[in-house]
Nanobody, 125 residues
Framework: QVQLVESGGGLVQAGGSLRLSCAAS????????MGWFRQAPGKEQDFVAA????????HYADSVKGRFTISRDAARNTVYLQMNSLKPEDSAVYYC??????????????????WGQGTQVTVSS
């Protein structure tokens, strides 16, 4: 079992920044990647960003590329999502996820085995 605890969400004005954190504990030794997804009310869950644990390769949704940065601290088993130049359309519940390699694109929720509880991000205009 793996537990994920997210933090860092909140209310920010458009153009502002937030940094989300996701700390993993438990059986994390087989981690291949960690990712961030988001879901706004009435909308489907969307991929935001992902990072492979060993090499640190990153992947971003087009909508956040150039504004968001995903990073990881292997010693702390923590992944971060630095969000800059936030827009009202970035408002959503953000979920982190952890998964193992199985040939599924990291942009798909199916690539991940465990999920955090979510943290709310609200961007006011």
């Amino acid at each position: 079992q793996v537990q994920l605890v997210e933090s860092g969400g909140g209310l920010v004005q458009a153009g502002g920044s937030l940094r989300l954190s996701c700390a993993a504990s438990g059986r994390t030794f087989s981690t291949y990647a960690m990712g961030w997804f988001r879901q706004a009310p009435g909308k489907e869950q969307d991929f935001v960003a992902a990072i492979t644990w060993n090499l640190g390769n990153t992947h971003y949704a087009d909508s956040v590329k150039g504004r968001f940065t995903i990073s990881r601290d292997a010693a702390r088993n923590t992944v971060y999502l630095q969000m800059n130049s936030l827009k009202p359309e970035d408002s959503a519940v953000y979920y982190c996820a952890i998964g193992g390699a199985r040939g599924i694109t990291l942009r798909s929720p199916g690539a991940y085995d465990y999920w955090g509880q979510g943290t709310q991000v609200t961007v006011s205009s």
